[in-house]
C-alpha cells in the first residue's frame, strides 16, 4: 500500500447509510456530512464509489444526499458485505486501496473491513465518516481494525493525500467543499 491515500488506486466504499438508521447514531449528522464530502470529492476526482444497503425494507434507503453521489448500491442481509458475490464483483480490480465509511462501525463497517483484508485488499476506514449508536462501539471497532491490518484515517486526510499539493486541477473546487 502506498503511505498515502493515491486517487488513481482508490475506491470509495459507502456502507448502509440508511434513512432509518442514521438518527440512532451518534454524531450521525456528521457522520453523513464527512461521508458526503469524500463521495463529493471522489467524484471530482473521478474515483469510483460503491454503496451498501442492509435490509433496505426495513431500514430504508440510502440517505437521499449520498445515494445521488453512488455509482452503485448493493442490497445485503449479511452484515459482511463480502458474503455478496455481486459486492466483490463490483471492486475495481485496477482499484487496491478501500477506503471505507459508514454504518454501524462495530458490524457491517468492521465486519466488511474484515472480509476485505482476509481476502488481502488494502484498507483505509475513515473515523470521521463511520458511525455507531454507542461510541464505545465504534472505539472498539477502530481499535479491532487497525489491529487487523486497516488503517484508520480521517476524511481531510484522505481528501488532501488524493491531491497531493494545492496547485491539482480540483484543489479549489475541493477547498470549497471542506470549508
Given at each position: 500500500m502506498?503511505?498515502?491515500?493515491?486517487?488513481?488506486r482508490s475506491m470509495l466504499i459507502v456502507i448502509d447509510l440508511q434513512q432509518?438508521?442514521?438518527?440512532?447514531?451518534?454524531?450521525?449528522?456528521?457522520?453523513?456530512?464527512?461521508?458526503?464530502?469524500?463521495?463529493?470529492?471522489?467524484?471530482?476526482?473521478?474515483?469510483?464509489?460503491?454503496?451498501?444497503?442492509?435490509?433496505?425494507?426495513r431500514l430504508g434507503p440510502t440517505v437521499?444526499?449520498?445515494h445521488t453521489l453512488l455509482d452503485r448500491t448493493i442490497?445485503?442481509?449479511?452484515?459482511?458485505?463480502c458474503a455478496r458475490p455481486e459486492f466483490l464483483a463490483a471492486l475495481d480490480s485496477g482499484r487496491d486501496e478501500l477506503i471505507?465509511?459508514?454504518?454501524?462501525?462495530?458490524?457491517?463497517?468492521?465486519?466488511?473491513?474484515m472480509g476485505l483484508l482476509h481476502r488481502k485488499h488494502k484498507v483505509r476506514l475513515v473515523s470521521d465518516a463511520v458511525g455507531s449508536r454507542n461510541p464505545a462501539?465504534?472505539?472498539?471497532?477502530?481499535?479491532?481494525?487497525?489491529?487487523a491490518g486497516a488503517e484508520v484515517?480521517?476524511?481531510?486526510?484522505?481528501?488532501f493525500e488524493w491531491m497531493r499539493h494545492s496547485e491539482h486541477?480540483?484543489?479549489k473546487q475541493i477547498l470549497k467543499l471542506i470549508k
Open positions: 502506498s503511505y498515502l491515500c493515491d486517487a488513481s432509518k438508521l442514521m438518527p440512532v447514531i451518534t454524531d450521525g449528522e456528521q457522520v453523513l456530512a464527512r461521508a458526503s464530502l469524500l463521495a463529493q470529492a471522489a467524484r471530482l476526482l473521478h474515483i469510483p464509489v460503491l454503496g451498501t444497503v442492509q435490509q433496505p425494507l437521499p444526499a449520498i442490497e445485503k442481509a449479511d452484515f459482511d458485505a471505507l465509511a459508514g454504518c454501524e462501525a462495530h458490524v457491517c463497517v468492521l465486519q466488511t473491513a462501539d465504534k472505539a472498539a471497532a477502530l481499535h479491532r481494525a487497525r489491529a484515517v480521517s476524511s481531510e486526510m484522505v481528501m486541477p480540483q484543489f
